[in-house]
């Protein structure tokens, strides 16, 4: 099958994916269109829950791996859309449908690229392709359950729009519970222990704090306290005011590290993470994939919104057609040409890479 006959095929197989309902963890019906597409390409597959994976056929476990990855999971559409979200449809170039951009068009080029080599005969790299489950929802059956069921992996494509430049780093998250203490009381009555106002000192506090270290790539740590809660009675101070910090991580620290500083550092009563496993990801600036990328002009830039390359502890690099700022919104829709772009793009890049 040529490349272009490959990017038809995947054009048409995101068309399906759009007009099947897809929410994370209810994946299972767009699971069976991506195994179709195996079925139909005689590619040799397995599906573990609601994530579809590949080996190339000459995989030889002497060889380091790459792994391919993208999600046919979706959000929910918001109440601002004004056409069919579950609607393949093209105009002006445009592919509307939900889960267009973020990230049917990545998830269906690579799986493109993937069928491009995978009958090819000594690759420098095995290759692993995944499409994954909810990776929307961070849920516990994505591509963090699949890391000990696939081979290891030594580098990663992660597909999500980047309008094809690479994403060479990406934030990392971490959520705070915190809760600042105080006397409860009558409202009548004196209180120099009222919890919402010691929240004053407090909210300053985290207004001005500054983590040390930044990154070339993603700039500073990002603190933003988001959610703010105390009290149910007019007349009654209460004892305490619980607060949630967002915060983003860049590279030069460990999401455990952020925990440590904040749990020592912060005037709260207690600070608590929800979880430390969405990391910040990164791929060397001189690893062959991004200078071959950038060598076929894409340029480089770091990512603040987060993706799978949060359960990755390999380098892993974030590419894509499509672009960020559409994904989630209402009509979400990628250009047909972004997607016969990324197949070129990700076929060039390997190219150069593992044959």
């Known amino acids: ?5 490959l990017t038809n095929d ?8 759009i ?3 897809s929410f994370s963890s209810e994946e299972d019906q767009t699971a069976l269109h991506i195994e179709d597409w195996f079925k139909r390409n005689n590619i040799d597959y397995k599906r573990t829950q609601n994530n579809v994976w590949a080996v ?15 999600h046919h999971d979706t959000v929910k559409p918001n109440s601002a859309y004004t056409r069919d979200p579950f609607k393949a449809s093209v105009e002006d170039g445009k592919l509307y449908g939900l889960g267009s951009n973020d990230a049917g068009g990545c998830l269906v080029a690579l799986i493109a690229t993937f069928t491009y080599f995978y ?3 000594d690759l420098k790299y095995n290759l692993v392709l995944v499409a994954s ?6 849920g516990p059956n994505g591509l963090n359950s699949m890391l000990a069921v696939i081979p290891r992996v030594d580098v990663a494509i992660v597909g999500e729009p980047t309008l094809m430049n690479l994403a060479v780093a990406e934030k990392g998250l971490v959520v705070f519970d915190a809760v600042i203490s105080g006397t409860p009381s009558h409202a009548a009555h004196p209180n120099d222990n009222n919890a919402i106002y010691n929240t004053i000192d407090v909210l300053q506090w985290f207004k001005d704090f500054k983590f040390e270290k930044g990154s070339e790539a993603l ?3 990002k603190l933003t306290v988001t959610q703010i809660n105390a009290g149910k009675q007019h007349n009654v101070v209460p004892g305490h005011v619980d607060l ?14 952020i925990a440590e500083i904040l749990q020592e550092q912060s005037p709260c009563t207690s600070i608590t993470p929800r979880s430390l496993r969405l990391n910040s990801s990164c791929i060397p600036v001189d690893h062959d994939l991004v200078k071959a990328g950038i060598a076929i002009g894409r340029t480089t830039y770091g990512s603040p919104t987060l993706s799978d390359q949060a359960v990755l502890t390999c380098p892993s690099l974030k590419l894509g057609p499509g672009d960020s700022t559409r994904s989630h919104s209402a009509d979400e829709f990628i250009y047909v040409n972004e997607i016969e772009e990324g197949v070129k793009i990700y076929i060039e890049l390997l190219n150069r890479v593992i044959v």
């Open 19 to 21: 007009e099947t309902q």
């Open 119 to 121: 009958s090819q005969d």
């Open 10 to 17: 995947a054009i048409s197989l995101l068309k399906k994916l």
């Open 244 to 257: 949630v910090i967002d915060v983003r991580v860049n590279d030069a620290y460990s999401n455990a590290e």
């Open 133 to 138: 489950a909810e990776e929307e929802s961070s």
């Open 56 to 70: 190339n056929k000459y995989f030889d476990e002497s060889k380091p791996t790459l792994l391919l990855n993208s």
């Open 219 to 221: 700039g500073d740590v």
């Open 1 to 5: 099958m040529t490349q272009q006959d």
